[in-house]
């Protein structure tokens, strides 16, 4: 079992919704990240938090808007998507102190969007 | 800009057979190398990781991985595949002086193990 937790798992929403994906983690690391995976894709980084501030942006469209409250909880706030951005959202945590890059995921939220 | 290679896309392999993922990285730096594994309808989980030292390392479940530095390669390895190793397995390199916040994902390895 995974200590990074996704809700929900599964999401449907149109294009002119606002919805939410949230990531929680219980493993005391101060970094957390926001990845995008297409069918038969790898992940693709789309944001890194580190100590609850925003660090990397890969350039993603702002329709998507990160937060993160706390050092646990991380969200993703989504408005006026389009259906290419059906995907699944990967949330994972690192140690930001010596950080190797060693990443613990979530098990995703998969998004359709209609 | 940094990018990981997987050669194969797709690996059909009966029970018992050896295994062997190619993955090569394109950057001249330092890296840390890992590769992940991912079950069907399970997380993306670390398989193997490699940050210095000892260029062969070993992990979960009897996999291994040899980082070959000249050759920018850090290729995965079994030498007998179980059924339960049916999954995709994905190569990733992350640059430490970006704060090792950039994990680059290789496009990933279907892996088919008959019984």
């Known amino acids: 079992d995974t200590e990074v937790t996704q809700t929900p798992k599964h999401l449907v929403m149109g294009m002119t919704n606002k919805k939410s994906l949230k990531c929680e983690q219980h493993m005391g690391h101060r970094a957390m990240y926001w990845y995008k995976q297409k069918a038969k894709k790898p992940p693709e980084l789309m944001f890194v938090y580190s100590y609850e501030k925003l660090s990397i942006n890969e350039s993603v469209p702002s329709r998507f808007s990160p937060e993160c409250p706390n050092s646990s909880l991380l969200n993703l706030h989504l408005h006026a998507l389009q259906p290419e951005d059906s995907a699944l959202y990967l949330c994972?945590?690192?140690?930001?102190?010596?950080?190797?890059?060693?990443?613990?995921f979530g098990e995703g939220s998969r998004l359709t969007v209609l | 800009a940094q990018s990981v290679s997987q050669h194969n896309h797709h690996v059909i392999l009966s029970e018992a057979a050896s295994l062997e993922l190619g993955c090569n990285y394109s950057?001249?730096?330092?890296?840390?190398l890992f590769w992940y594994v991912q079950y069907p309808g399970q997380h993306l989980q670390l398989l193997l990781k490699?940050?210095?030292?000892?260029?062969l390392v070993k992990g979960i479940k009897g996999f291994e991985a040899e980082f070959i530095k000249s050759k920018f390669s850090f290729n995965l390895r079994k030498p007998s595949v179980q059924w339960s190793d049916t999954a995709e397995y994905f190569c990733a390199v992350n640059t430490p002086n970006t704060g090792g916040f950039k994990t680059i994902f290789g496009a990933g390895t279907r892996l088919f193990v008959k019984a």
């Open positions: 994972a945590s690192g140690p930001a102190v010596k950080n190797t890059g060693e990443l613990f």
């Open positions: 490699y940050f210095s030292g000892d260029p």
């Open positions: 950057y001249g730096g330092t890296v840390n």
